[in-house]
């Protein structure tokens, strides 16, 4: 398949703004970690301070002015910005609330460019459960972001308020599946535990954010047998497939579930590696992994699916 087949329109189901106010530090410290031991192991020395500072240059972009350029030169319409809680469990210069607001901001300042999906720890309780609500309601955000890695289980029945509002608001929830930084814990990043939640909430959409890259065995069997639970791929120039992440997505694009599947950039984590566009032109490319899927699945994977599931809002 070659660029024929490029969709119209092309909407980014994972995204999140490059700024280091949105990312606690400790969060940046497990990545240094894991950047520490690779180059150690290869005989470089390494200095953990001026790796962070590297990273954190890359973090400036505090209101989507340097994404929107990237999205404009990929042919990106639309990007969802997923903003994560942290707070809960690490601390930070800005609250919940705090990046609630920069990320409205950012709409305002961009208008029609971005979805956002607001991130809200559930053991903030009811607080958190009304301010989430204040975010649907004020500033008309789209969906619920959960970190699983923080710390608790999707099913976790604190959250159940809060998938009790997105059924009243038809809003979807995204969760984080797969490894993250190392100084989160993994266990509650599996896929299935999703399973009693999406169950108990068969009107709630549920995304498995990573799920066709890490554990993709779970995340495509809770997408075939249950109608409400999503994946999407973003995180594929990292995925561990000795052919390269190409042959890993021709794969799953050839599963037959294509009306499940949504792709994501999950920029900036690669951005000092690839560009947008370089990720649509591979994605797109004579030998991507697209080159054999119809019109239909193209259109629904690269856009259609992720504005299904927000177009849902009542």
């Known amino acids: 398949m070659s660029e024929i087949k490029r969709p119209k329109l092309i909407v980014d189901g994972h995204c999140h703004l490059s700024s280091s106010r949105c990312i606690p530090g400790a969060f940046f410290d497990g990545v240094v970690s894991n950047i520490n031991a690779s180059l150690t192991a290869q005989g470089v020395q390494t200095d953990s301070e001026n790796i962070k500072s590297m990273l954190l240059s890359q973090y400036d972009d505090h209101y989507g002015d340097k994404l929107v350029s990237q999205m404009n030169d990929a042919g ?3 990007t969802v910005l997923l903003a994560p809680d942290f707070t809960y469990i690490f601390e930070s210069d800005f ?9 409205f901001e950012t709409k305002k300042r961009h208008p029609d460019r971005f979805f956002v999906f607001q991130g809200i720890d559930p053991r903030w309780g009811q607080t958190g459960l009304k301010f989430f609500e204040y975010c649907i309601k004020e500033y008309q955000f789209d969906g619920l972001k959960l970190y ?4 608790y289980s999707p099913s976790d029945k604190r959250l159940y308020p809060f998938y009790e509002l997105c059924q009243q608001y038809g809003l979807p929830v995204l969760l984080h599946t797969g490894p993250t930084s190392p100084t989160l814990n993994f266990e509650m990043a599996v896929p299935s535990l999703i399973d009693q939640a999406a169950k108990d909430f068969t009107k709630v959409n549920f995304i498995l954010a990573h799920g066709g890259v890490n554990f993709v065995e779970q995340s495509k069997l809770l997408c075939q047998y249950r109608p409400n639970v999503f994946l999407d791929f973003s995180g594929f120039p990292s995925v561990l497939n000795p052919n390269g992440w190409k042959s890993h997505l021709y794969d799953l694009f050839r599963l037959k579930i294509n009306h499940k599947v949504i792709f994501g950039s999950d920029w900036p984590v690669f951005s000092m590696k690839e560009s ?5 032109e591979g994605l797109m490319s004579d030998d991507g992994p697209l080159r054999d899927a119809n019109n239909t699945d193209i259109k629904n994977i690269m856009a259609g699916n992720i504005l299904r599931l927000i177009g849902q809002r009542q």
Do not use: F, N, T, V
């Not at 699983?148 to 710390?151: N, S, Y």
């Not at 947008?276 to 649509?280: E, F, T």
């Open 148 to 151: 699983p890695p923080c710390g």
């Open 95 to 103: 609250s919940y609330r705090d990046l609630a607001k920069q990320h």
């Open 276 to 280: 947008l566009s370089a990720m649509i």
């Open 76 to 78: 990106i319409e639309k």
